[in-house]
């Protein structure tokens, strides 16, 4: 009976065992693949042991991209030899093991492979091979750097693979170290995913003789001023400024900083500098100036500084946007704006603002039928733009579509920022409607 009860007592514990490491491996295992799908690599490794690991291809794979990321080629090679038991013909597992053979002088190895590949693989035969020799690091580093700036080019962005795209720069930095342009565009890539710290440490590695300096610094400025606080942002930016030699592209950062901050007149007081040095963007820095001017409510200055930017860059769809909105708003240049806007719409169809601008144009010109139809795109476009959907709202309500304009409204009112500065005419657009 003892012995019995001994053995349940056993079989129980194991199953408490089994049960709980089951559990444990589990929870770790949705840990490693939520940190993964939000590029928090080292967390997504934390948990992974290649001794105990029962993954799919897919997961495998998922550790191998963050393997490489962190910068860890030798747990990405052991990762590697798992993925070709299951895929013997997986593309990056390869790729990873030439870049470990290739960093420990294994070119024995490499041989082997290629003999197993060879024509097979154009991308690897791309990287590391030029008529059937194997490039230097600093070539093979290049190469995998033109990949990912190749896919960043040709692709839409909200469509990028920023896993493969680290995947492939990282193992450019792991091959040649001394690549600041794989260095930099992998901070940039980090900085697109929102991963600030880690953005800000990559552009910090860039030593003040790279070529790259100067972007590093620009880009670390653009950090600063898009995660920091207002203070600390300034603050580091000048700092920037100052170790730059009072840099041209540090010192714009620091005005547009100024302008996405609403500080109008010290945004001003830097597009001034900027402007008395006559850079090639010139147009440019009229043009934020002016809208700076046109926050300020100083339009006589906006309208001059928009005019001039056009002069130096004729047909810059922002620009025309921008001017021609501002004299449909004060009623003036009706004919002139309608035309600007149908020119701007040309250069940049996908545009909603522009779309939104020339819908407006046409309800001021009383084309309401026209002027429905390319609200309503703006719309599909960008349904959550609450100045787009006021608008729809008005057009409608001219329409004599006085049900369908007070919806509009409401979801305008719902939706609207501060910044918008429509709620108060919106409501009383609502209360006026109600009262009659």
């Given at each position: 009976?003892?012995?019995?009860?001994?053995?349940?007592?056993?079989?129980?514990?194991?199953?408490?065992?089994?049960?709980?490491?089951?559990?444990?491996?589990?929870?770790?295992?949705?840990?490693?693949?939520?940190?993964?799908?939000?590029?928090?690599?080292?967390?997504?490794?934390?948990?992974?042991?290649?001794?105990?690991?029962?993954?799919?291809?897919?997961?495998?794979?998922?550790?191998?991209?963050?393997?490489?990321?962190?910068?860890?080629?030798?747990?990405?090679?052991?990762?590697?030899?798992?993925?070709?038991?299951?895929?013997?013909?997986?593309?990056?597992?390869?790729?990873?093991?030439?870049?470990?053979?290739?960093?420990?002088?294994?070119?024995?190895?490499?041989?082997?492979?290629?003999?197993?590949?060879?024509?097979?693989?154009?991308?690897?035969?791309?990287?590391?091979?030029?008529?059937?020799?194997?490039?230097?690091?600093?070539?093979?580093?290049?190469?995998?750097?033109?990949i990912v700036a190749?896919?960043?080019?040709?692709?839409?962005?909200?469509?990028?693979?920023?896993?493969?795209?680290?995947?492939?720069?990282?193992?450019?930095?792991?091959?040649?170290?001394?690549?600041?342009?794989?260095?930099?565009?992998?901070?940039?890539?980090?900085?697109?995913?929102?991963?600030?710290?880690?953005?800000?440490?990559?552009?910090?590695?860039?030593?003040?003789?790279?070529?790259?300096?100067?972007?590093?610094?620009?880009?670390?400025?653009?950090?600063?001023?898009?995660?920091?606080?207002?203070?600390?942002?300034?603050?580091?930016?000048?700092?920037?400024?100052?170790?730059?030699?009072?840099?041209?592209?540090?010192?714009?950062?620091?005005?547009?900083?100024?302008?996405?901050e609403k500080k109008?007149?010290?945004?001003?007081?830097?597009?001034?500098?900027?402007?008395?040095?006559?850079?090639?963007?010139?147009?440019?820095?009229?043009?934020?100036?002016?809208?700076?001017?046109?926050?300020?409510?100083?339009?006589?200055?906006?309208?001059?500084?928009?005019?001039?930017?056009?002069?130096?860059?004729?047909?810059?769809?922002?620009?025309?946007?921008?001017?021609?909105?501002?004299?449909?708003?004060?009623?003036?240049?009706?004919?002139?704006?309608?035309?600007?806007?149908?020119?701007?719409?040309?250069?940049?169809?996908?545009?909603?603002?522009?779309?939104?601008?020339?819908?407006?144009?046409?309800?001021?010109?009383?084309?309401?039928?026209?002027?429905?139809?390319?609200?309503?795109?703006?719309?599909?476009?960008?349904?959550?733009?609450?100045?787009?959907?006021?608008?729809?709202?008005?057009i409608y309500y001219?329409?004599?579509?006085?049900?369908?304009?007070?919806?509009?409204?409401?979801?305008?009112?719902?939706?609207?920022?501060?910044?918008?500065?429509?709620?108060?005419?919106?409501?009383?657009?609502?209360?006026?409607?109600?009262?009659?």
């Amino acid at each position: 009976m003892i012995n019995l009860l001994k053995n349940l007592l056993f079989v129980c514990f194991l199953c408490f065992y089994y049960n709980s490491t089951l559990a444990s491996s589990s929870s770790n295992f949705l840990i490693s693949q939520s940190a993964f799908k939000n590029q928090d690599y080292s967390i997504s490794l934390s948990n992974f042991s290649i001794n105990r690991s029962n993954l799919s291809n897919e997961n495998l794979l998922d550790n191998v991209v963050a393997a490489v990321i962190v910068g860890d080629i030798s747990l990405a090679e052991k990762i590697s030899d798992e993925i070709l038991l299951q895929d013997p013909n997986n593309q990056e597992a390869y790729i990873v093991k030439l870049t470990y053979f290739y960093q420990n002088g294994k070119f024995r190895e490499i041989d082997k492979i290629f003999k197993e590949i060879e024509n097979k693989n154009e991308l690897i035969d791309f990287i590391f091979f030029n008529n059937n020799n194997l490039k230097n690091n600093n070539t093979i580093s290049n190469s995998l750097v033109d990949i990912v700036a190749q896919s960043f080019s040709n692709s839409n962005q909200r469509n990028l693979n920023y896993d493969f795209l680290l995947f492939y720069v990282s193992l450019a930095e792991i091959i040649d170290p001394t690549n600041d342009r794989a260095t930099i565009i992998k901070g940039e890539l980090f900085q697109n995913i929102r991963k600030d710290k880690e953005a800000r440490e990559i552009f910090e590695k860039i030593k003040i003789n790279s070529p790259y300096f100067i972007e590093a610094q620009k880009s670390l400025a653009y950090n600063f001023s898009t995660f920091l606080t207002f203070e600390e942002a300034e603050k580091e930016i000048k700092i920037l400024l100052k170790n730059t030699n009072n840099n041209y592209f540090i010192k714009k950062v620091l005005g547009d900083f100024y302008r996405y901050e609403k500080k109008y007149n010290l945004a001003i007081s830097i597009y001034n500098e900027l402007i008395d040095e006559q850079e090639n963007d010139l147009w440019k820095i009229f043009y934020m100036r002016g809208i700076c001017y046109e926050r300020l409510d100083n339009w006589k200055k906006a309208e001059k500084d928009f005019l001039t930017s056009l002069d130096l860059n004729p047909g810059s769809p922002d620009v025309l946007n921008y001017l021609a909105y501002g004299w449909i708003e004060r009623d003036v240049r009706l004919d002139q704006s309608l035309q600007m806007l149908m020119e701007a719409y040309d250069a940049n169809p996908d545009s909603f603002y522009i779309i939104d601008s020339l819908a407006w144009a046409y309800f001021k010109k009383n084309n309401l039928e026209e002027a429905a139809r390319l609200m309503e795109k703006v719309i599909d476009m960008a349904p959550g733009e609450a100045i787009s959907l006021d608008h729809l709202g008005d057009i409608y309500y001219a329409m004599n579509r006085k049900r369908e304009a007070m919806h509009f409204w409401q979801q305008a009112l719902e939706l609207a920022d501060p910044e918008d500065e429509i709620q108060d005419e919106v409501q009383s657009k609502i209360e006026n409607f109600y009262a009659g």
